[in-house]
């Protein structure tokens, strides 16, 4: 693609001579003689590229760059000027150009200018890039009431500073509404930090929290940051807030009290400017009955609740959330799944998913590599996804191969699970030759886990 540069300057030989050069050097040039014409080719064309003259009759360059940046923040902007002082210097780079080109303009200078700032676009374009990616994978899908709501409730809270708690039952997508509020949020821009709780051992956790002085335990062999010094003027996310040790507990509510923290083994405090949003997929009110969870913490968290329903209460939004997952998994694997056939989209919708959304994924990702292109059958998914026939037939006794289709496996009435598990684990890997990868992606299990039956099978 060839990268569109726009030439404004008041002087005809400064615009010839650099439009000349720029065409030589294959980009595609327009030009404007004031600065007011600049801004509208600027709106109209979207050049990646502006060469600015400071000095030009009517508004200056300084202005223009200051309009320039507030409509459109990816455009590049040189500036050109024939008396550039320090004081110009730092003024034209407070507002956002990319460098200062001084007249005469030497011409290796201009195409050394061009080419860093040119990296500088790509560099731009990929970073939004792999924001879309991001946000991509973190959208909230679905059409039904309870979504509606639930995204209505994050535009409100989200424009405010309150804190948030998050409950639902584990792959309702906690972590997801957390970032919705973190994005739409005045501190979009800044960190957005996760500690899952439950995954740091207690031992670790306030260094992970709060950072640590170094000598401050065996190990601390430097000065670390904590989990809110890292986001600071940001958001931090706790997940699974009840499965936090209770004396870290009271170390975080007197954080919430006076907005200061002091790293393990320091002997001062400093202020932690920190939006906080919490999420736990325990019932409050039981996890503080069993002692999970502290009261006092739990009404310093809980300023505005967001509660996520299970999948099953929202069925129909199942196949939105099976569609955007599968535009998801296609990129990851390389593949070109259309859709999902009728018959499998019925099975889904029955289905209770007691992994919610995670399990639904686990599922997709599974048929995805499985189908590879085209439209998701029900030979695709998983055997307790097939309806009540292959469910009492899963639960036959002997197993044998399917005459007109050597891909599927029929089971006999009368034994239990556990053969016909053996059965269709054996028959998998007779169909992959052996391969104990492609069997396990084949039937939705770990590596480990089918290595662990075959050692229960004496294999």
Same mark, same amino acid.
């Given at each position: 693609?060839?990268?569109?540069?726009?030439?404004?300057?008041?002087?005809?030989?400064?615009?010839?001579?650099?439009?000349?050069?720029?065409?030589?050097?294959?980009?595609?040039?327009?030009?404007?003689?004031?600065?007011?014409?600049?801004?509208?080719?600027?709106?109209?064309?979207?050049?990646?590229?502006?060469?600015?003259?400071?000095?030009?009759?009517?508004?200056?360059?300084?202005?223009?760059?200051?309009?320039?940046?507030?409509?459109?923040?990816?455009?590049?902007?040189?500036? #050109?000027?024939?008396?550039?002082?320090?004081?110009?210097?730092?003024?034209?780079?407070?507002?956002?150009?990319?460098?200062?080109?001084?007249?005469?303009?030497?011409?290796?200078?201009?195409?050394?200018?061009?080419?860093?700032?040119?990296?500088?676009?790509?560099?731009?374009?990929?970073?939004?890039? /792999?924001?879309?990616?991001?946000?991509?994978?973190?959208?909230?899908?679905?059409?039904?009431?309870?979504?509606?709501?639930?995204?209505?409730?994050?535009?409100?809270?989200?424009?405010?500073?309150?804190?948030?708690?998050?409950?639902?039952?584990?792959?309702?997508?906690?972590?997801?509404?957390?970032?919705? #509020?973190?994005?739409?949020?005045?501190?979009?821009?800044?960190?957005?930090?996760?500690?899952?709780?439950?995954?740091?051992?207690?031992?670790?956790?306030?260094?992970?929290?709060?950072?640590?002085?170094?000598?401050?335990?065996?190990?601390?062999?430097?000065?670390?940051?904590?989990?809110?010094?890292?986001?600071?003027?940001?958001?931090?996310?706790?997940?699974?807030?009840?499965?936090?040790?209770?004396?870290?507990?009271?170390?975080?509510?007197?954080?919430?009290?006076?907005?200061?923290?002091?790293?393990?083994?320091?002997?001062?405090?400093?202020?932690?400017?920190?939006?906080?949003?919490?999420?736990?997929?325990?019932?409050?009110?039981?996890?503080?009955?069993?002692?999970?969870?502290?009261?006092?913490?739990?009404?310093?968290?809980?300023?505005?609740?967001?509660?996520?329903?299970?999948?099953?209460?929202?069925?129909?939004?199942?196949?939105?959330?099976?569609?955007?997952?599968?535009?998801?998994?296609?990129?990851?694997?390389?593949?070109?799944?259309?859709?999902?056939?009728?018959?499998?989209?019925?099975?889904?919708?029955?289905?209770?998913?007691?992994?919610?959304?995670?399990?639904?994924?686990?599922?997709?990702?599974?048929?995805? #590599? /499985?189908?590879?292109?085209?439209?998701?059958?029900?030979?695709?998914?998983?055997?307790?996804?097939?309806?009540?026939?292959?469910?009492?037939?899963?639960?036959?006794?002997?197993?044998?191969?399917?005459?007109?289709?050597?891909?599927?496996?029929?089971?006999?009435?009368?034994?239990?699970?556990?053969?016909?598990?053996?059965? /269709?684990?054996?028959?998998?890997?007779?169909?992959?030759?052996?391969?104990?990868?492609?069997?396990?992606? #084949?039937?939705?299990?770990?590596?480990?886990?089918?290595?662990?039956?075959?050692?229960?099978?004496?294999?």
């Amino acid at each position: 693609m060839s990268r569109r540069v726009l030439v404004v300057d008041d002087e005809p030989g400064i615009r010839a001579a650099l439009g000349q050069l720029l065409e030589y050097e294959g980009y595609d040039v327009r030009t404007a003689v004031n600065a007011t014409d600049g801004i509208g080719q600027v709106a109209s064309w979207h050049p990646h590229l502006v060469f600015l003259d400071v000095k030009m009759a009517g508004m200056d360059g300084l202005e223009a760059l200051k309009r320039i940046r507030e409509s459109d923040r990816s455009v590049t902007v040189v500036m #050109i000027s024939g008396h550039a002082t320090i004081q110009t210097a730092v003024e034209a780079t407070q507002l956002g150009a990319y460098d200062i080109l001084e007249k005469p303009l030497d011409t290796d200078r201009i195409l050394v200018t061009l080419r860093n700032a040119l990296q500088h676009v790509e560099l731009f374009e990929e970073n939004s890039r /792999l924001r879309e990616t991001i946000e991509s994978r973190y959208e909230i899908v679905g059409k039904s009431y309870v979504i509606r709501a639930l995204i209505d409730k994050i535009e409100r809270v989200a424009a405010t500073p309150a804190r948030v708690l998050i409950t639902g039952e584990n792959g309702t997508g906690k972590e997801l509404v957390a970032r919705a #509020i973190h994005r739409q949020s005045s501190r979009r821009d800044r960190p957005f930090v996760e500690v899952n709780c439950a995954a740091i051992p207690g031992e670790l956790i306030e260094s992970e929290l709060f950072g640590h002085e170094k000598g401050s335990f065996t190990g601390a062999s430097e000065r670390r940051s904590g989990c809110f010094e890292l986001a600071q003027h940001g958001t931090l996310l706790l997940d699974e807030i009840g499965e936090m040790p209770l004396p870290t507990q009271a170390k975080l509510l007197r954080i919430l009290e006076d907005s200061k923290v002091r790293r393990l083994g320091g002997k001062t405090e400093f202020e932690v400017d920190v939006r906080l949003v919490a999420a736990t997929n325990k019932v409050p009110d039981e996890a503080i009955r069993g002692g999970h969870l502290r009261e006092d913490l739990f009404y310093r968290l809980n300023v505005f609740h967001i509660h996520l329903p299970p999948l099953r209460e929202s069925k129909e939004d199942v196949a939105p959330i099976a569609e955007a997952l599968i535009a998801g998994l296609n990129r990851k694997h390389e593949c070109r799944v259309t859709g999902i056939a009728p018959d499998v989209l019925d099975a889904f919708e029955r289905h209770s998913w007691p992994g919610n959304v995670r399990e639904l994924r686990n599922v997709l990702e599974r048929a995805v #590599i /499985l189908a590879g292109e085209g439209t998701i059958e029900l030979k695709n998914v998983p055997v307790f996804l097939h309806g009540r026939a292959t469910m009492a037939a899963a639960a036959g006794a002997s197993t044998t191969v399917v005459a007109d289709d050597p891909e599927s496996v029929r089971f006999s009435i009368g034994t239990t699970v556990e053969d016909a598990e053996k059965g /269709l684990i054996l028959r998998t890997l007779e169909h992959t030759h052996n391969n104990k990868t492609r069997a396990a992606e #084949i039937l939705g299990i770990s590596l480990k886990t089918l290595h662990n039956k075959l050692k229960e099978y004496g294999g």
